[in-house]
Every structure is written in structure tokens, then in C-alpha cells.
């Protein structure tokens, strides 16, 4: 199979952001790319298709400066035929234009199938509704980003269609194009993929660390699974390195953890939320059935996980941080062992009581945990045992999710000089080495390479040794369905205004 091959550095204002030798990619081919966040995938990918500004960064892309690269014929291909699905959508959409000028704009104008391929991705929905989302001016909350990510994948697919004959030329890049989506519609995304690969057989990247999509990939597009390759961006003693990375690797695992399904025995409950909660003037509802015909309240009981399923958008981190006392609602009920907690309990007794002592959270972004100015040795500080914790002890603790025993330049690095996947795993040590009641997780998989899953959910099933209730939010079904009984298993509904 023909490969592309560059050797790519890129600095600012002299510190080094991406130094690799032979980044690989084939041609005509599905590169699945791997790894944790703000490791370099996105970097490289805008690198390469000729979208980083050569004023404000010092780029070279195979020994050339990064002007020269955009001027060869290589690159002003990809930029004519390719096309660019950004991780965060408003890069790309222009708050002046209305979505559907800007699925027709350019290239786009006469390029087929923009019916078809909305109806996919909004699995069949009336037309209408797909039609009233057009007409929206884009901006940070309207429409949501599950919504934005999806207007961006039909574009790069009319691209696609309308660079069939040069298909072979042209380079596709997908930047997490289902992080704001759940598995049914990341499943439409992947038949669309799919189709337009087989079609075309254009070279496409797709940047994930939904190592899930593996699974899909290998059961249901199995008549293409040789021009789908897999390969992981590593960090290794500071250096950056890809490697071919084997579906069996994730797929064995998983054969494991499904086979260690079991059902939790009956324990004692510890929360008891009730099932109607009102805030932002929408009232959340739980269920145990996926239709929410009959609700009930939400039960998290010793040594058990209990998961809180729902699209995207549907209030789940809302409802959590509500639960954690971040947000006032205008109404809710729930039990905390002996205390009911309602719409009247002061934030005070949340912080007196809760916080880091009966509950704690981690959060779905590690930006909102973590002080971005503190030095890495500081991010255990203030929590209700940072006086037990000695630089050993740290040293320790970071050394659970990190590959080796971290240094001291490192214990010194300002937290924002961090990858994202290196902030989340500091984001899950400060609450895994807790000792609270509950531990809630908020799409704790985010931005976290294979290893570091599979460490994390050993350390989770370690915690529920030792008794402690976990609540789950996250998109990462396949995986945490092996850590849960089915009776443990809730879903979330809303109704009345959106929160946008």
C-alpha cells in the first residue's frame, strides 16, 4: 500500500510543540489515528494539510520551511480537493452565515447528495427538523456541538462526492468528529465514512481516542478492514513516536472484561436521587427504560456502578453538578446517607459536608479542576488530605497513570504546559485518591491513550473493593458496560426550554 512519510517540527517562540521522524500515513487508505489529547495528532494533521499560519509558528516539514511545503504541489492539492472536520466546529463555521450557505458555498455549490447525507446523520429525521437547523446563524451554544460536528462531516462528504475524480489525490482529515455524539450517531457517521471510502477511496485520517470504534470497525466493515489501518501517537521519554497499533490489543481486552461480567450483589444504598429535577426552566427526568415512560429515582449503592445514559445535550453533567451542589436548581430532592439535599440547602453545607468527603467529581474537562498556573507537585494541594501528602506520596500517586516515575522538571512544569491527556490524568488522581462515599465520573476516558484506559478502569474496580459508590457519564459504552449490572443502569430525559 503507497504511503506518505514526513519528518515534521513545529515551535513557537522557541519551545518545541511537535518534533517526529516518519510520520506515516497510507494512501487510498482509512488512517485511524490514536492517542491521547494534545499530544500532537491535531498539530500534525493541520500541519500537513497546509492550515497552520507559517507567521505565527516555525514549521518544517521534511527538512523544509514551511512556506516551501505550501507552495508544492502536494499541498495545494490537499488544500483544492481535501477537506478539514475540526475537533472544535466554530474554527471552522462562520457566525455570519447561515449553515445551510455554508454547506453550498464554494466547491460545495453543486457537489451531490446533501439530502441523503443529512437524513444519515440525523438518522432519518423529518426533513423539516433538519431544515430548521439550517437556517441558524452558528454561534458558541446554538446550534449544540453535536449539531456542528455533524453540519461539518456532511460538507467534507459533499467534498468528497464532488472530488471523485481525483479522489486518489485528495486528503481527508477527521479531527474527533464524534466526541459530541453518542454511539447511534457516531454509528451514522461511520456508515457514511464507510460508504464514501468505498466510493472514492480517497486517503482519510481519522483522529479518535474512541478506541470503541475499533469494535465497530472490525464487525461490521469487515469487507474493508484492509485498507483500514490502525496507528497510536506516543509520548516516550519526551519523544514523540507512531506506532501500528493492533485491533486485537483493544478487542482481546475487551473479550476479558466481558467475560468477568457479573451481576453486583444487593448492597446498601447511599444516594437516592428523585427523579424529576427543574433547572434552566427544563425539567430532567430519569428512567430505567431508554423511552422514559416510567420514572424512578436514581439509586447509588456500595461497591456498585451505577451509569447515567443520554444523547448529547440532554443535561447529564447538569444534572451531576446539581448533585455535587455546583449548580442551584429550582428544584430537586436527594437523600446523602441520613441528610436530604433540596432546592433550599445552602452551598455552604455542599462545601461543609460534601466536597471531597461524602463525593467527588471528576470533572468531563480537567481544565475546570485544575489551577492551569500551578506546578504539577501543587495539584494535590487543598484537597481534604494535602496534609498527608508528602512529595514521596505525590511521586506515587502520579506515578500511577504516568509511564514512569515523573521528574523533578516535571513535578515543577506549570500545569497549562501540559497535554490534554496528561491534565486529564492528573484530573481522575485527584479524585481517585480520595476516600469519599461516591466518586462521580464525567466522560473519564476523555483524551486518555489504550494504556491509560486500561489502567484507569483497573483503578476504578480497585475502588469498588473497597466499597465506594461511582457514578458514570460517558460515551464510552462498550467499555464501562462490562463494570456495570444492568439494574444499575438509568437514563436521562428532558423536556421544556433548551439550554443553549
Not at 428 to 447: A, C, K, Q, V, Y
Amino acid at each position: 500500500m503507497n504511503g506518505l512519510k514526513y519528518n515534521i517540527r513545529i515551535a513557537s517562540e522557541g519551545r518545541e510543540l511537535v518534533a517526529i521522524d516518519e510520520f506515516r500515513l497510507a494512501k487510498s487508505a482509512i488512517n485511524v489515528l490514536l492517542g491521547e489529547s494534545g499530544i500532537g495528532k491535531s498539530l500534525i494533521s493541520l500541519a500537513i494539510a497546509g492550515l497552520l499560519d507559517p507567521d505565527e509558528l516555525n514549521v518544517k516539514i521534511n527538512g523544509k520551511s514551511y512556506t516551501a511545503y505550501l507552495r508544492s504541489r502536494e499541498a495545494i492539492d490537499i488544500r483544492r480537493s481535501g477537506f478539514f472536520v475540526f475537533q472544535e466546529p466554530s474554527s471552522h463555521l462562520n457566525p455570519l452565515s447561515t449553515l445551510r450557505t455554508q454547506l453550498r458555498e464554494g466547491s460545495l455549490t453543486d457537489a451531490p447528495d446533501e439530502e441523503r447525507i443529512l437524513r444519515k446523520l440525523w438518522q432519518d429525521s423529518a426533513l423539516s427538523d433538519v431544515e430548521s437547523i439550517l437556517d441558524v446563524y452558528p454561534k458558541p451554544y446554538r446550534p449544540s456541538g453535536g449539531e456542528k460536528q455533524r453540519i461539518l462531516a456532511a460538507m467534507a462528504f459533499k467534498k468528497m462526492a464532488a472530488s471523485a475524480a481525483h479522489a486518489r489525490e485528495s486528503l481527508f482529515i477527521f479531527d474527533e468528529p464524534t466526541g459530541n455524539l453518542d454511539n447511534n450517531l457516531r454509528n451514522e457517521f461511520l456508515d457514511l465514512l464507510i460508504e464514501n471510502f468505498r466510493n472514492q477511496e480517497a486517503t482519510i485520517v481519522l483522529i479518535t481516542h474512541d478506541y470503541s470504534i475499533i469494535s465497530r470497525f472490525v464487525s461490521t466493515y469487515s469487507a474493508v478492514s484492509k485498507n483500514i489501518l490502525y496507528r497510536e501517537l506516543l509520548l516516550e521519554h519526551g519523544k514523540l513516536r507512531l506506532r501500528d497499533f493492533l485491533p486485537g490489543e483493544y478487542l482481546s481486552w475487551m473479550e476479558k472484561r466481558n467475560k468477568a461480567i457479573h451481576t453486583v450483589k444487593k448492597t446498601e444504598t447511599i444516594l437516592r436521587l428523585y427523579p424529576h429535577v427543574k433547572v434552566f426552566g427544563r425539567t430532567l427526568s430519569i428512567s430505567r427504560d431508554i423511552e422514559g415512560r416510567k420514572h424512578e429515582p436514581l439509586v447509588i449503592r456500595k461497591g456498585a456502578v451505577t451509569y447515567l445514559k443520554a444523547p448529547s445535550g440532554a443535561g447529564k453533567t447538569t444534572i451531576v453538578k446539581i448533585m455535587m451542589g455546583l449548580i442551584k436548581p429550582e428544584k430537586m430532592s436527594m437523600e446523602l446517607g441520613s441528610e436530604v439535599y433540596t432546592e433550599e440547602t445552602n452551598r455552604n453545607v455542599w462545601a461543609q459536608n460534601v466536597w471531597g468527603k461524602r463525593m467527588t467529581m471528576v470533572f468531563q474537562h480537567a481544565d475546570e479542576s485544575l489551577n492551569q498556573n500551578s506546578k504539577v507537585k501543587s495539584v494535590f494541594s487543598g484537597l481534604p488530605i494535602a496534609g498527608l501528602m508528602n512529595e514521596q506520596k505525590i511521586v506515587n500517586s502520579i506515578s500511577e497513570l504516568f509511564e514512569e516515575e515523573p521528574s523533578c522538571g516535571f513535578l515543577e512544569t506549570k500545569v497549562k504546559y501540559l497535554s490534554g491527556g496528561q491534565k486529564q490524568r492528573l484530573n481522575l488522581l485527584r479524585s481517585l485518591i480520595l476516600h469519599t462515599d461516591i466518586l462521580i465520573l464525567d466522560e473519564p476516558l476523555n483524551g486518555l491513550d489504550f494504556a491509560r484506559v486500561a489502567k484507569v478502569i483497573a483503578m476504578i474496580e480497585t475502588k469498588l473493593k473497597s466499597g465506594i459508590g461511582v457514578l458514570v457519564i460517558s460515551h464510552n459504552e462498550e467499555v464501562f458496560d462490562t463494570l456495570v449490572a444492568q439494574e444499575d443502569v438509568y437514563y436521562l430525559h428532558h423536556t421544556g426550554v433548551e439550554s443553549r
